[in-house]
């Protein structure tokens, strides 16, 4: 079932990828776009797939608690998205004055459809498991795909933007959106066939679970109780789940700027230069090859020392490029660790919240997910309009390319540096809340004592 998962999420996440690292330079190099426009169409379909996130989550509730129905959805899903991610990227053949119209009702449908494929596969992390192993294993499986799917999309970056191709640019992007759209179905269907034999199984596991959660009366059978615990589920997530959800915000606004801004970097901080391609790749690499480190360390040393080695690594990685963009080992080596560290802040971050998710039985799981995911593209809508707007304040073309390496380091740094600065801040606050219960109970027992000897 591991493999099953990860094979299905390396298809799943091959698309996301493409939209984002590829979207952006497709948008503006490839159909012309300004990069106002570029940016408010990349904004406006994460915040629509935000609020899809959310909606579907609770259209959805009753069948994102069964197996059976949540990977029958994600093939829906699957045939969907592709569908819309090769409309877009048929965007160039449209005539220029109904290119943003069209880039907006795409992209908005590739992001509508893809939260029927995410959602199902990101529930299936908590319905789909029985113990913190096995969410950690499906955790750090799927950051190991992810990582291997960026590293597929960031390595079509050379032959997309190649000016001695034959074949025209757009023609590429076609192709490789067909070569994406036959993965993620495929792999969608390959998790349907494997879970199909234990989705019952597992459906039982989960309504033991509900009953357990809420008494039935004698006269209550066990699949009425099922229904009645199941719909009295809500959004009651618990403060170290919104923490979880404010710290990926933070991470995935700032990290995605490294990935949106690299096919700019290349082309235009670089210009010819042929070892830039190799950048992109490299982060992709680094986060695959680590999985095992991280894997192994989440077993020896707690979430928040995981989290905060992480971090530090990320933090480091990302100064080192600010400082050696132009120089191919040293930018190579820092984009090794930057994909390095943020895919250990992933995987900690997910398997965290998937185990959360499992273990609040006043929690619904789809909810929870749909909270999660929808603020996570919250974040890649601040980023991506962001960038879009730096860039049509600056010539990056030509003199001013310099702030491309900017916008692909110093968030990350300052990311890291807001985690710091709270993370002390909470830790003086709890410090001087445990010294004052104990001023008021020495207090208390002085003042006691005191009677007593009266």
């Known amino acids: 079932m591991t493999v099953a998962y990860g094979c299905a999420h390396f298809g799943k996440i091959s698309l996301w990828y493409a939209s984002e690292i590829l979207f952006a330079y497709y948008l503006s190099e490839v159909c012309g776009l300004p990069p106002s426009q570029m940016g408010l169409i990349l904004a406006a379909s994460f915040v629509l797939s935000a609020a899809a996130d959310l909606l579907v989550a609770r259209a959805l509730h009753e069948r994102l608690h069964q197996v059976a129905r949540a990977i029958d959805l994600q093939l829906l899903g699957a045939v969907s998205s592709s569908i819309a991610l090769l409309a877009l990227f048929l965007g160039a053949s449209v005539p220029a004055a109904w290119q943003l119209a069209y880039g907006l009702v795409f992209a908005a449908a590739f992001r509508l459809s893809y939260v029927v494929l995410d959602l199902p596969q990101n529930v299936l992390m908590s319905i789909a498991t029985t113990d913190a192993s096995s969410r950690a294993r499906l955790a750090s499986m799927r950051t190991f795909c992810s990582s291997v799917a960026a590293l597929l999309i960031s390595a079509s970056l050379l032959p997309l933007m190649s000016r001695q191709a034959t074949l025209p640019v757009a023609a590429r992007f076609i192709l490789l959106a067909m070569l994406l759209a036959i993965l993620a179905v495929l792999s ?19 309504t033991i679970r509900a009953i357990r959660a809420t008494p039935a009366t004698p006269a209550t059978s066990p699949a009425s109780a099922s229904v009645v615990a199941e719909g009295r589920l809500g959004l009651r997530l618990s403060a170290p789940m919104w923490r979880n959800i404010a710290i990926g915000f933070l991470v995935t606004m700032t990290v995605s700027c490294f990935g949106k801004v690299a096919p700019f970097y290349n ?8 070892w830039g391609s190799y950048v992109l790749p490299a982060a992709s690499l680094g986060a695959a090859l680590s999985q095992a480190v991280w894997a192994s360390l989440a077993t020896r040393i707690s979430t928040n020392w995981l989290l905060g080695v992480a971090a530090c ?61 929808a603020s996570l ?23 001013q390319s310099a702030v491309l390496v900017y916008l692909m380091s110093v968030p990350s740094i300052a990311a890291v540096l807001i985690m710091a600065l709270v993370s002390v801040a909470t830790y003086a606050a709890h410090a001087a809340y445990a010294a004052s219960q104990m001023t008021g109970r020495s207090r208390t027992a002085l003042t006691t004592g005191q009677a007593a000897r009266r």
């Not at 082309?267 to 042929?274: D, E, I, N, P, T």
């Open 267 to 274: 082309a235009y901080f670089l210009s010819a230069v042929q």
């Open 188 to 206: 969608a269907s390959a998790l349907k066939k494997a879970l199909a034999t234990r989705a019952h199984s597992i459906r039982d596991i989960r």
């Open 377 to 399: 593209k919250i974040a890649l809508a601040c980023g991506a309009g962001a960038i879009g707007l730096v860039l049509s304040m600056v010539d990056y073309r030509k003199e």
């Open 313 to 373: 690594m990320l933090a480091m990685a990302a100064t080192a490029f600010c400082v050696g963009a132009a120089h191919p080992v040293l930018a190579i080596s820092a984009a090794f660790c930057i994909g390095a560290g943020s895919s250990g802040m992933g995987m900690t971050l997910w398997a965290a919240f998937a185990g959360m998710a499992a273990d609040q039985h006043r929690v619904s799981v789809a909810l929870a997910y749909g909270t999660l995911t």
